[in-house]
């Protein structure tokens, strides 16, 4: 079992910038962030793989957001910049045992306990 473990979030007026760190047991074939508003489905932030160290984020990120790795603690982090009341939302870790890069919550098979982002307007 893969244990997934976040830091760094909290609160923040719009424009201002956080940085979430998810750290993992073990490396497994790619390591993503995902968030959650109230009333909303989970969705794809971002996701980075090992083997071919793939950085992916979606389009509608438009650059505020990267993930990047942690080689040292078999992680990814998530630098945040130009935050919007909109992104309020509990942000996850997870992991993908094997396999290519997803960007479905189904794909993912490990997951952490979240770690909540709130942006003041």
């Known amino acids: 079992q893969v244990q997934l473990v976040e830091f760094g979030g909290g609160w923040v007026q719009t424009g201002g910038s956080l940085r979430l760190d998810c750290t993992a047991s073990?490396?497994?074939?790619?390591i993503a962030w995902f968030r959650q508003a109230p009333g909303k489905d989970r969705e794809f932030v971002g996701v980075?793989?090992?083997?071919?160290?793939?950085?992916y984020t979606p389009n509608w990120v438009k650059g505020r957001f990267t993930v990047s790795r942690d080689d040292a603690n078999n992680g990814i982090i998530l630098q945040m910049n130009n935050l919007q009341p909109e992104d309020t939302a509990k942000y996850y870790c997870?992991?993908?045992?094997?396999?290519?890069?997803?960007?479905?919550?189904?794909?993912?098979?490990?997951w952490g306990q979240g770690t909540q982002v709130t942006v003041s307007s």
């Open positions: 980075i793989t090992w083997a071919s160290l793939i950085r």
């Open positions: 073990e490396r497994t074939s790619s």
């Open positions: 997870a992991a993908r045992k094997a396999g290519g890069l997803r960007v479905q919550r189904e794909d993912y098979d490990y």
